[in-house]
């Protein structure tokens, strides 16, 4: 019961904080992006598969490096913010399952962000008219 309240307080803010949702989404996309790089994935149909082991990692320039980690980060963030990502593939069962779980985060985390920001804004929107019906002289 703590674990879900400390989590619900850093996610959403108990409700109240829609950025820290935003802020939490770009953690997972930067996370799942990190997992694509080991677990292999298809940027563009006929393209060669992206897929790093750790001494890869160390021995690869600096440069094909981050051309590929923006690769997967453009894919993670699609997987993320929508079902589809374009024309970029899973590779190996690790990048499906991965896939599998970004998504299912994706929808919650776009659900708990939308649902932070409409109380936050019929919040202030409700006080607005309660205090302009307060303040009205007859």
Do not use: H
Request: a neutral charge; charged letters at 10%; hydrophobic letters at 45%.
């Amino acid at each position: 019961s703590k674990i879900i309240g400390y989590l619900s307080e850093w996610v959403i803010g108990y409700g109240e904080k829609p950025y820290n949702a935003l802020f939490s989404m770009a953690l997972i996309i930067i996370f799942f992006s990190c997992i694509y790089m080991f677990t292999g994935f298809i940027p563009e149909i006929g393209n060669d598969e992206i897929k790093y082991n750790i001494k890869q990692i160390f021995n690869t320039p600096c440069i094909p490096l981050l051309s590929d980690f923006f690769q997967s980060l453009y894919y993670s963030f699609f997987t993320m913010i929508t079902v589809g990502q374009g024309n970029a593939s899973p590779f190996s069962p690790g990048s499906q399952i991965a896939m599998s779980i970004e998504l299912l985060l994706g929808a919650i985390m776009m659900t708990l962000f939308t649902s932070t920001l409409f109380r936050k804004y019929t919040k202030w929107y409700n006080f607005d008219i309660l205090y302009s019906i307060c303040t009205q002289t007859t």
